[in-house]
Every structure is written in structure tokens, then in C-alpha cells.
């Protein structure tokens, strides 16, 4: 059956995603305010437009079937409640999915699941709880790791630094490859609830930036002395068993972050 998504979010993440979503056969409408978004997604065959436009398309609303939301909080005062409007426009069955992040849980040190506490304050915790409340059975929330892939990877931001803290923490990233696949897995088969989406790899920066940093043609990267020890690791147990075969790229592969 073909789908109709709507994506409101088109960068670094979204543009790929709606290329494979449309490769996949769904039918792909795209939100944004840019104007050479909108042309490079239409020299695609995507469709894209405003989200005042998005509201007042009464049939494409009517007939959305999966809604993504891809993109970060932004500083605007209207943010949420436009947001909102938009979610409250959604017909009953439409299953929204929401790209959040990790980065709402506390700092704690341990193993980090699903139920671990999160801090309310933060930005992208709003959403979760404005999507939620809005959509109870309807949502799927995606907790993604730090993003690694084309053109992506955070060594080259530690390269430039002297010192970079925590060396014997570990790292929680997640693929752009791996993340698409999820999405699309929980498009064709949809799951409800919250989701952590991150490697199952979890080296400590130490190594893992330094590897990174050979591989990239970089000086070795310089972390500060320290004792602290592996901060969170985050757990994405519950993701795999839905999906066994969905993390098929390793964030050591740093081939595919150039």
C-alpha cells in the first residue's frame, strides 16, 4: 500500500530520508521555508511548501498517513504552539514520528534505557511531551544518538580543540544510514512509544576519536588527563529486538563519514 509522509525538516537527515522514503514508493511532501530546498527537492520529483501551506492543504492532510518531524527546537516564541496546530490538523490514524535525541536524559552515569529520567526543561523534551500528549497511541519517538555520516563526523570538531574532556567516557552515535532505517522500518510496521536509536558500539573517546582522527588524516586528538569514568551508555535493546537487522553500519566505518 502507498503511503503518503509528510516531512517537516529537510536537512542534513531529512533530505536523504525523503529521497529513500520516495525511492521506497511512498508518495513524499516535504515542509519547508526554503527556497532551494524546495527546488532541489522538486528537480527530485519531491513535492515541499511552507508549513502555512501545509495547514491550510486540507487534502493533503486528509489523506497523511505517516507525519516525521525532523528538524530541532528552534528559538522562535511561536514554535511550539505552531507545532501544535499543525499536530491538532492531523487526522485521528495518522502515525507521527518525532527524530528526538539523547540528549534529553540527565547525566548520569550507567546504563541508560527508555524509563531512565530525562530533563523536562530541555527543549526537545517539549516536543516529546507536546507529541505525546497530542498523539498517546499514535507517536513514535526516536531517541538518536550523536549523528555520524557523510560529510559528519564530530573528530573534526575535537581536532581543533588541545585538550577535549572526558577520554574514558563512551560514545553514543548512531549512522544517518542506520536511522533512515529505522524510520522506514517503523513506516512499514509501526511501533508506538519511545525508542533509543544508537550503536550498539561503545568505545571510549579516547580510542575512538583517535582512531577516527588516523583515519581522517588528523593529528591525534588531545584529551585532558582524567579519572571520570564511562558516563551513560545508552541502551537500545528494545529497538533491536523489534528490529534485529536494523543497525547494519558500524560508527567505526569512518569511510562512509567522508
Same mark, same amino acid.
Given at each position: !500500500? #502507498?503511503? @503518503? &509522509?509528510? $516531512?517537516?525538516?529537510?536537512?542534513?537527515?531529512? %533530505?536523504?530520508?525523503?529521497?529513500?522514503?520516495?525511492?521506497?514508493?511512498?508518495?513524499?511532501?516535504?515542509?519547508?521555508?526554503?527556497?532551494?530546498?524546495?527546488?532541489?527537492?522538486?528537480?527530485?520529483?519531491?513535492?515541499?511548501?511552507?508549513?502555512?501551506?501545509?495547514?491550510?492543504?486540507?487534502?493533503?492532510?486528509?489523506?497523511?498517513?505517516?507525519?516525521?518531524?525532523?528538524?530541532?527546537?528552534?528559538?522562535?516564541?511561536?514554535?511550539?504552539?505552531? !507545532? #501544535?496546530? @499543525? &499536530?491538532? $490538523?492531523?487526522?485521528?490514524?495518522?502515525?507521527? %514520528?518525532?527524530?528526538?535525541?539523547?540528549?534529553?536524559?540527565?547525566?548520569?552515569?550507567?546504563?541508560?534505557?527508555?524509563?531512565?529520567?530525562?530533563?523536562?526543561?530541555?527543549?526537545?523534551?517539549?516536543?516529546?511531551?507536546?507529541?505525546?500528549?497530542?498523539?498517546?497511541?499514535?507517536?513514535?519517538?526516536?531517541?538518536?544518538?550523536?549523528?555520524?555520516?557523510?560529510?559528519?563526523?564530530?573528530?573534526?570538531?575535537?581536532?581543533?580543540?588541545?585538550?577535549?574532556?572526558?577520554?574514558?567516557?563512551?560514545?553514543?552515535?548512531?549512522?544517518?544510514?542506520?536511522?533512515?532505517?529505522?524510520?522506514?522500518?517503523?513506516?512499514?510496521?509501526?511501533?508506538?512509544?519511545?525508542?533509543?536509536?544508537?550503536?550498539?558500539?561503545?568505545?571510549?573517546?579516547?580510542?575512538?576519536?583517535?582512531?577516527?582522527?588516523?583515519?581522517?588524516?588528523?593529528?591525534?586528538?588531545?584529551?585532558?588527563?582524567?579519572?571520570?569514568?564511562?558516563?551513560?551508555?545508552?541502551?537500545?535493546?528494545?529497538?533491536?529486538?523489534?528490529?534485529?537487522?536494523?543497525?547494519?553500519?558500524?560508527?567505526?566505518?569512518?569511510?562512509?563519514?567522508?
Amino acid at each position: !500500500m #502507498k503511503n @503518503t &509522509i509528510v $516531512l517537516w525538516g529537510v536537512g542534513w537527515l531529512g %533530505i536523504p530520508l525523503a529521497q529513500s522514503l520516495q525511492k521506497a514508493g511512498n508518495s513524499v511532501w516535504c515542509i519547508t521555508r526554503s527556497e532551494e530546498k524546495k527546488a532541489f527537492l522538486a528537480s527530485n520529483g519531491i513535492h515541499a511548501e511552507s508549513i502555512e501551506d501545509f495547514q491550510k492543504n486540507h487534502e493533503l492532510i486528509s489523506t497523511c498517513s505517516t507525519f516525521i518531524i525532523a528538524l530541532p527546537p528552534t528559538k522562535d516564541s511561536d514554535f511550539l504552539e505552531q !507545532m #501544535k496546530q @499543525t &499536530i491538532q $490538523l492531523l487526522p485521528a490514524e495518522t502515525h507521527i %514520528i518525532y527524530t528526538s535525541s539523547i540528549g534529553v536524559y540527565l547525566p548520569i552515569s550507567g546504563l541508560v534505557d527508555e524509563n531512565s529520567p530525562i530533563d523536562e526543561t530541555h527543549a526537545v523534551a517539549q516536543i516529546e511531551k507536546l507529541v505525546s500528549t497530542y498523539k498517546p497511541y499514535k507517536s513514535t519517538i526516536l531517541r538518536l544518538g550523536g549523528l555520524i555520516g557523510p560529510k559528519r563526523h564530530p573528530v573534526h570538531f575535537l581536532a581543533k580543540r588541545n585538550q577535549n574532556s572526558n577520554p574514558n567516557q563512551v560514545v553514543n552515535l548512531v549512522h544517518q544510514e542506520d536511522v533512515i532505517r529505522v524510520i522506514e522500518a517503523m513506516v512499514q510496521t509501526p511501533f508506538f512509544g519511545i525508542f533509543n536509536v544508537c550503536s550498539s558500539e561503545n568505545p571510549l573517546r579516547k580510542d575512538y576519536y583517535n582512531e577516527a582522527a588516523n583515519a581522517f588524516g588528523l593529528e591525534p586528538i588531545g584529551f585532558e588527563k582524567s579519572t571520570s569514568e564511562k558516563g551513560k551508555i545508552v541502551d537500545s535493546s528494545k529497538l533491536v529486538q523489534l528490529f534485529p537487522a536494523v543497525f547494519s553500519m558500524s560508527i567505526q566505518h569512518f569511510e562512509s563519514c567522508k
